[in-house]
C-alpha cells in the first residue's frame, strides 16, 4: 500500500483534540436506571462521543491520504538487466587517446528526435568541438562517446534496460541514478567530458569507491535479476587483499557482474591488482580499449552478453483505498453526534 497524499498523516496526532475540547462536564443522569443493569462502567458512555470524534478525525486524515493499492494485471518477459557505468575520471584521463572521437559518438542521423536536447541546450550538449580536426581525443572523450552509443542502442531496442552512471576519482559520486528513461541519460551522457577532472583514483581502497556507491545504490532502487557493474578506467591504484575481500564479499552476494574496461595500454597486461581480482575473484570480464574501434566492440560485447530474461507484469492499476475510510469516518462522525444528543437529554 502506498499513499497519494501522504503528508495528511502527519494530521493524525491531532485526533485526540475532542478529549480536549469535549470532555465531559458533570454527571450522567438516566431516568430509567433499570436499563442500565449489567453495565460496568457507567462513566465510559461520557467519553464515547470524544472516542468516536477522535476516530472519525483518524479516519479522515487517512481517507485524505489517498491510501492505493497497486494490482498488477498479466505477466510478460523482457529481456532487462541494471546496469551502473563507473568511469573514472582522474587526472589521468585527459591523457591522449588513440583513435579519433568520430569512431565512437553517434551520428546525427543515427539519434532519434526524442533524444536530443532542444533549445538553449542543444548547442551547449553538441559533440562538434570534439569532432573538430583540431581536437586530441581524450581518454575521457572516448569514454563519454562510447557511453552515449552504448545508451542509445539500449534505447533502440527497447529492452527496458536501467542504467546509471558513477564517475569517481578518489571520491565517487552518481551523476546519473539507475533509471529506465534512457533519453535523460542519454542527454546527461553529452555532458560527461566537461565534469571537473582532478585528483587520483580510488577503488575502494578508501571510503566512498565506485564499487561501494554502485552496491548502495542497487540496493536502494533495484529489485532486477540481472545486475551489471562496468568499471572503466586507465589508472593505476592502491587495491589491498583486505580491500578486495570486502568488496567481493559485497559482489558475490548480491550476484553482480563485473567488467573492467581498461581505457589505454596499462591495463593490457591484466597483471595490476583490479584486473586480477575482477578475473579471478569476481569471475568477470576485461574489455581492452586502445582506440576508437576497440571501445566500440566492448560496449557490443557487454551488451550481447549480460542480457537475461525477466518476468514483469503486463500492466498496473491503482486501486483507490480512501472510500471506505471515508464512509467509516462519517458514520463514527454521526454515531457520535448522536450519542451526545442522548446523553445530552439524559442529563
Known amino acids: 500500500m502506498e499513499f497519494a497524499n501522504w503528508w495528511w498523516l502527519a494530521g493524525i496526532p491531532l ?159 552518481l551523476s546519473w541514478p539507475l533509471t529506465t528513461d534512457l533519453k535523460q541519460v542519454f542527454r546527461n551522457g553529452a555532458f560527461l567530458s566537461r565534469e571537473a577532472i582532478d585528483g587520483g583514483t580510488n577503488f575502494g581502497e578508501l571510503p566512498g569507491g565506485p564499487i561501494d556507491l554502485a552496491i548502495q545504490h542497487f540496493d536502494e532502487t533495484d529489485n532486477c535479476a540481472s545486475k551489471v557493474i562496468v568499471l572503466m578506467t586507465d589508472g593505476v591504484a592502491d587495491f589491498s587483499p583486505k580491500t578486495q575481500d570486502r568488496l567481493y564479499k559485497l559482489v558475490s552476494a548480491r550476484h553482480i557482474h563485473m567488467y573492467l574496461v581498461g581505457i589505454g595500454p596499462e591495463l593490457r597486461n591484466e597483471d595490476l591488482p583490479i584486473a586480477q581480482w575482477t578475473r579471478d575473484r569476481c569471475h568477470g570480464m576485461i574489455l581492452h580499449a586502445e582506440n576508437g574501434s576497440q571501445f566500440a566492440r566492448c560496449f557490443d560485447e557487454i551488451d550481447a552478453m549480460e542480457r537475461t530474461p525477466v518476468l514483469v507484469p503486463a500492466s498496473y492499476e491503482r486501486r483507490e483505498l480512501f472510500v471506505p475510510l471515508a464512509l467509516a469516518a462519517l458514520a463514527f462522525l454521526a454515531l457520535a453526534l448522536v450519542l451526545r444528543a442522548v446523553l445530552s437529554r439524559a442529563n
Open 15 to 173: 485526533a485526540p483534540l475532542p478529549f480536549i475540547f469535549f470532555r465531559p462536564r458533570g454527571t450522567v443522569g438516566i431516568s430509567h436506571k433499570q436499563l442500565l443493569t449489567g453495565v460496568g462502567n457507567l462513566a465510559m458512555l461520557e467519553h464515547l462521543p470524544s472516542a468516536m470524534l477522535a476516530a472519525s478525525l483518524a479516519l479522515t486524515f487517512c481517507a485524505l491520504a489517498r491510501p492505493q493499492q497497486m494490482e498488477t494485471h498479466g505477466a510478460k518477459t523482457i529481456y532487462s538487466r541494471s546496469i551502473v557505468i563507473a568511469t573514472d575520471v582522474s587526472h589521468s584521463m585527459t591523457d591522449p587517446f588513440a583513435g579519433r572521437i568520430d569512431d565512437l559518438l553517434p551520428k546525427p542521423e543515427e539519434i532519434p528526435e526524442q533524444l536530443k536536447w532542444q533549445g538553449e541546450y542543444a548547442r551547449a550538449a553538441s559533440p562538434g568541438d570534439l569532432t573538430s580536426a583540431h581536437r586530441k581525443l581524450r581518454k575521457i572523450d572516448a569514454a563519454q562517446a562510447a557511453i552515449m552509443r552504448f545508451v542509445l542502442n539500449r534505447f533502440k531496442q527497447s529492452y527496458g534496460d536501467r542504467i546509471g552512471i558513477i564517475l569517481f576519482d578518489m571520491q565517487a559520486r
